[in-house]
């Protein structure tokens, strides 16, 4: 069985006052539930020390694929390690969107990640454009196929998180119905299962895009869905504390 976890990313949110609403966080944690928060950039060393002991890990929400060099604004795998992290989010749709990031510099910054020890959380998904030319599975699956880098099956399980965002659900308040969702991680679970056998079945799949306390229960229901990526309502504590009632409970 696959761990559940409840990941927020804060994106571009958060100042040194949003500590408090960490303090928060960890007071929420529900069983069975892992929590991973991946704050800016600036705030990853501060909340890192804060979470220390805590069932909150931290995460970053992008790295670069080389160790160290002349990237100027870049964050390498390591660097985040030192921060205190020990998850990252690679290839986040607002990534692919704004810094035109390939699935091939991805799977780079995943192999990086996976050599620094950070687990990497893959997003894929498709846009509206997509969906509506229903091209959705074999969009996401070649996403998978290009960004997964080779991992070992013994380990996979414990190596990688997949998290399945679909574009046009980000922010908008709009969700696909329950059997989109169910059609789509299980044709991750099987791309998955091809590549990497029975550690596949251990790899947690995560829903993201308007992820509410309100439909949460009902997307933990689905199958394969082990968790969420939550934007918005990850920022309040209060929020968040009602999606990771919902996924102990599932
Ligand atoms: P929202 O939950 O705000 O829709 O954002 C989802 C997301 O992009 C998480 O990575």
């Given at each position: ?9 804060w994106k ?10 960490l ?27 804060r979470?220390?002991g805590?069932?909150v ?20 795998a ?8 020990t998850?990252?989010i ?6 692919r ?6 699935d ?20 894929v ?10 091209v ?5 699956t070649g996403?998978?196929?290009a ?14 998180v997949v ?8 922010g ?6 329950t ?9 991750i679970?099987?791309h ?9 079945q ?6 993201g ?6 439909n ?9 869905v ?15 504390s009602?999606i ?7």
């Open positions: 069985m696959p761990r559940k976890i409840a990941a927020g990313n571009m949110h958060g100042d040194g006052a949003a500590l408090a609403e303090d928060a966080l960890i007071a929420a944690a529900a069983p069975g539930v892992e929590i991973v928060i991946c704050p800016p950039a600036t705030l990853i060393a501060r909340m890192a020390d979470a220390r805590s069932a890990a931290i995460g970053g929400q992008t790295c670069h694929h080389a160790a160290t060099g002349a990237h100027t604004g870049d964050i390498s390591a660097m985040l390690v030192d921060a205190g992290a998850h990252v690679l290839g986040h749709s607002e990534r969107a704004d810094h035109a990031e390939s091939a510099q991805i799977r780079a910054q995943a192999q990086a990640s996976l050599a620094a020890g950070l687990i990497p959380i893959l997003c998904g498709e846009t509206e454009a997509e969906r509506d030319a229903d959705t599975l074999a969009v996401v996403q998978l196929a960004a997964v880098p080779d991992l070992a099956p013994d380990t996979a399980g414990a190596s990688l998290a399945y965002e679909p574009v046009w659900a980000i908008t308040g709009r969700v696909p119905t059997a989109q969702i169910a059609e789509v991680h299980g044709a679970r099987a998955l299962a091809d590549r990497f056998g029975a550690a596949a251990d790899i947690p799949l995560l829903y895009g308007s992820v509410k306390p309100g949460a229960a009902e997307i933990f229901a689905v199958a394969n082990d968790g969420a990526l939550v934007g918005g309502a990850s920022l309040k504590a209060t929020d968040f009602g990771i009632g919902a996924l102990s409970a599932a």
